[in-house]
Structures are given as C-alpha cells and as structure tokens.
C-alpha cells in the first residue's frame, strides 16, 4: 500500500504513543517493521526523533508526549529527504536534536545551557557518522543517533533511558549496507 507522507506520520504518532519502552531504539524498530516505514526515507526525520520523546516520557521525563510530538512533526515534515548526502546533516540527528530542543523548549533565541546542549549532542553523532562513512542508512543513523541520546540525557540529565546491544536485523533489505563497516552488522 502507498502512504502519503502525512498518513505516515500520523501512523508514527499513533504507534509512538502506545509504546511503553524507556528504549528508544526498540521503539523505533518496532515502527520501522511496518509497512508505512521505508527501509530509508524521510518518516525517519520525524519517527527517530518520536521515539527519543517517547522513552524519554517513559524513563521519567516529565513531559507531554502528545504536545511533544505534535511539535517534532511541524519542525520535521520540513525536512527533506536525502539530508545526509544533499545537505551533509543526517536527517536522524537533526530529528533526536529537535526532540531535545522541543523537550527543554529552546529556540534560535535561547541562552540556556540547552541550546550548547543539543548542538554538542548532535555534531558528536554527526562526527560518528562521518566515521563510519556512506551510503546512507537510515537504520544505522537511528542506531547512532538513538543510542549517542540516551547516553547524552543520562550524562547531562541524569535521566536514565535504556539502550542495549543493538544488532540490525534490516540489512538484508538495504542494498547498500556497508556490512562491517556498520557497527550494528551482526
């Protein structure tokens, strides 16, 4: 079946707020099983970024998830798809680091500690991802991505989410997996 980006979206939402996990990563990759994901596309910008608020609400957080994620979905439906090779910014960082920016309400003009907070989040992912290198993975940046998070909210928030060894088990889908080259190929 053909989705169009919205009813992917609203698909996220609702499978989002029916998780119960404080694991971000096993929260997306029980979305990504479903027909409306790709294997790689934009829904990642918005659905990477939705499972971060909705572990972090679970491990604690004290936030709204629904306000959250109404929020995440007007800042990532602008996002374009192909970011990581178009634009050189990972669409998955930029959808965790909008999460951190929508939990703690920072803004272009803000001068909290947050605002330095979430570009030194996401330059140490992008800094991993150009690492490791391309072609592009949408799994593989939402592992990163996800998992450089939790670590991120534990350090700085003391909010204690969850992240186990990750294994990908979508890369026989992806022609251009990198194989070992990818830190979660089994």
């Given amino acids: 079946m053909e989705y169009t980006f919205e009813q992917k979206y609203r ?3 609702q499978k989002v707020l029916e998780a119960y ?3 971000p990563v096993e929260i997306a990759r029980e979305i990504m099983k479903n027909d409306f994901v790709s294997i790689h596309g934009p829904e990642h910008h918005f659905l990477d970024g939705a499972a971060f608020i909705m572990a972090y609400r679970n491990a604690g957080g004290g936030i709204d998830p629904a306000i959250c994620l109404e929020e995440l979905a007007k800042r990532t439906i602008k996002m374009p798809g192909a970011m990581c090779g178009h634009w050189g910014v990972c669409g998955s960082v930029a959808s965790v680091g909008a999460a951190l920016s929508v939990i703690h309400g920072t803004g272009p003009l803000s001068t909290d500690k947050y605002y330095a907070d979430n570009m030194k989040y996401t330059s140490a992912v992008i800094s991993k991802m150009a690492d490791i290198g391309g072609a592009r993975c949408c799994k593989r940046n939402a592992f990163l991505s996800l998992s450089y998070g939790v670590q991120f909210v534990k350090d700085r928030y003391g909010i204690e989410m969850e992240c186990d060894n990750i294994v990908c088990d979508f890369y ?5 997996c990198l194989k070992n080259r ?3 190929h089994p």
Wanted: hydrophobic letters at 30%; aromatic letters at 8%; one cysteine or more.
């Fill in 182 to 184: 990818c830190p979660f």
């Fill in 21 to 23: 996990s404080k694991n």
């Fill in 11 to 13: 698909l996220i939402k």
């Fill in 172 to 176: 026989p889908k992806n022609a251009q």
